[in-house]
């Protein structure tokens, strides 16, 4: 899946070893590690055993701004190219999805259709609802977390997003009502047995808690858990048994040592030679 990875992180290398052997069927990944360690292909690689696993062929990627949406829209493009046999239309979406470079292009694309191949209209796809049709999507959180709202045409967006393996980034970047949107989106995907896969670089056990038991609670698990995600690591959530599996934490090749020195005889400023003084004197 990934030529270019020569030397994976400990991270990769464990969920590439012991995720597929877990995954049945529909479930949520959640990966929790620091930046640079492999998140976002580690998400990529557990999205296809996910999807493989449970029938789902589309994809959608879904992140906090616009910023780094244009940036991994750009990713899976590249992505998608090199893993389909045949190209599929990947959109982006975002209320400035216009104004980024190559959208148009990678918009219109050939599929195969059965024993034909068929033009599918860029230009339907960039449609008002329809964007989640697409074979991969691409947008901020918002557009997923609607469909967890009571708004017009829901039906597009869960009609799309349920043939898909959704991956949330940045999971702890939203206030106590986007955190309330998300335990309800994911209520409704383990509902609907849509495969999950969550990644943070900050998660707290208590969010990350609230997040998995979601997942659990929509998939028919009313049984409450306590999870403790480990740092770096991963937890597997299976949607058909309910069982949460936690790796171990694993190594890092991002440790740092920080050294501190502390200079006890540095000179005081001015300011603090004043202080002691009541009443300072008065430029005349």
Not at 18 to 40: E, H, M, S, W, Y
Not at 107 to 120: G, M, P, S
Not at 239 to 268: C, D, F, I, K, Y
Request: hydrophobic share 40%.
């Amino acid at each position: 899946m990934f030529p270019f990875i020569t030397d994976p992180h400990p991270l990769q290398a464990d969920l590439g070893k012991r995720l597929p052997a877990l995954v049945n069927g529909p479930g949520l990944v959640l990966v929790t590690a620091p930046t640079g360690d492999g998140k976002t292909e580690s998400a990529l690689y557990a999205a296809h055993v996910l999807g493989h696993a449970s029938g789902t062929e589309g994809l959608g990627v879904f992140l906090p701004t616009m910023a780094t949406t244009n940036a991994m829209h750009r990713r899976i493009v590249e992505h998608v190219q090199r893993l389909q046999a045949a190209p599929i239309p990947v959109r982006l979406l975002h209320s400035m999805a216009w104004l980024e470079e190559g959208t148009k292009t990678t918009d219109d694309t050939l599929i195969a259709n059965c024993a034909e191949t068929v033009r599918i209209s860029g230009e339907w796809l960039r449609g008002r609802h329809r964007g989640l049709l697409a074979g991969a999507a691409i947008g901020t959180w918002d557009t997923a977390a609607l469909a967890a709202l009571p708004v017009r045409y829901n039906v597009m967006r869960w009609l799309g997003l349920t043939g898909k393996t959704v991956i949330i980034d940045e999971a702890h970047a939203y206030d106590a009502y986007g955190h309330r949107l998300t335990e309800r989106l994911l209520e409704w995907l383990g509902h609907t047995r849509t495969p999950v896969v969550l990644l943070s670089a900050t998660l707290t056990g208590s969010i990350a808690t609230c997040l998995a038991d979601a997942y659990r609670r929509g998939a028919g698990h009313t049984t409450p858990i306590t999870l403790a995600p480990t740092y770096p690591g991963w937890t597997f959530v299976d949607a058909t048994t309910g069982q949460v599996t936690t790796s171990e934490t694993l190594p890092t090749t991002r440790a740092r040592a920080l050294t501190m020195h502390r200079h006890a005889n540095a000179t005081p400023s001015p300011a603090a030679s004043n202080t002691g003084q009541a009443n300072p004197p008065r430029p005349r």
